[in-house]
């Protein structure tokens, strides 16, 4: 059965530094979205993406964020400037078609520790 | 906006008993609503979802919710638990503000089975 992926599983950085976190969406998914995890907290929405442009932004979605699908099977979401807040599980989601039924799947996250 | 409430934060059960996750959700129109598991290590994975019709819904693994709108509720049932049904049990409310829509999610219930 086709999964998301995403890399790394756990990413380790120094606050101000930019990371990338890539998701490889299910190939014939149309619907990319991006959620993280504080510990402890909800899942929490950060942004969705189809036809290479944001649908939509959470207030969490600062100019600190940026997202980008740059070939056919990368997604991948930027932090420029990591704080220390920032430390969480983030997890990519694709969906096929944005029909009355259809499903999110889920990556299995990306642990950003930022120090 | 559009909130979910998950009020057990961890439930321990021991094999054979049967368990009832409380989900409530806010919203008083049209809802979807679906419940997602994550096993120990790995990513969220779909349980069961509704979207319309009969309001009783079977999942995989023997789990099914009902929806009550009166009650503004979606709880989660399974008659007899398993130790491999210890994971961490989520409960999202699709929110339609946005072209593509997102999840909003409750803050999850810890299940912890005894074998």
């Known amino acids: 059965e086709p999964e998301v992926t995403q890399t790394p599983s756990h990413q380790v950085t120094q606050m101000g530094q930019e990371v990338i976190l890539r998701c490889v969406p299910i190939s014939n998914h149309l619907y990319f979205y991006w959620y993280r995890q504080i510990l402890g907290q909800k899942v929490e929405f950060l942004v969705s993406?189809?036809?290479?442009?944001?649908?939509?932004k959470s207030e969490i979605f600062d100019d600190q964020f940026s997202v980008e699908r740059p070939d056919g099977s990368n997604f991948t979401l930027k932090i420029r400037s990591t704080k220390l807040e920032d430390s969480a599980m983030y997890f990519c989601?694709?969906?096929?078609?944005?029909?009355?039924?259809?499903?999110?799947?889920f990556g299995p996250g990306t642990r950003l520790t930022v120090l | 906006a559009q909130s979910v409430s998950q009020h057990n934060h961890h439930v321990i059960l021991s094999e054979a008993a049967s368990l009832e996750l409380g989900c409530n959700y806010s919203?008083?129109?049209?809802?979807?609503l679906f419940w997602y598991v994550q096993y120990p290590g790995q990513h969220l994975q779909l349980l069961l979802k509704?979207?319309?019709?009969?309001?009783l819904v079977k999942g995989i693994k023997g789990f099914e919710a009902e929806f009550i709108k009166s009650k503004f509720s979606f709880n989660l049932r399974k008659p007899s638990v398993q130790w491999s049904d210890t994971a961490e049990y989520f409960c999202a409310v699709l929110n339609y503000g946005g072209s593509q829509g997102n999840l909003i999610f409750g803050k999850g219930t810890k299940l912890s089975v005894k074998p």
């Open positions: 993406f189809y036809n290479n442009e944001i649908s939509e």
């Open positions: 919203y008083g129109g049209t809802v979807n």
């Open positions: 989601a694709s969906m096929s078609l944005r029909q009355g039924t259809d499903t999110q799947y």
């Open positions: 509704y979207f319309s019709g009969d309001p």
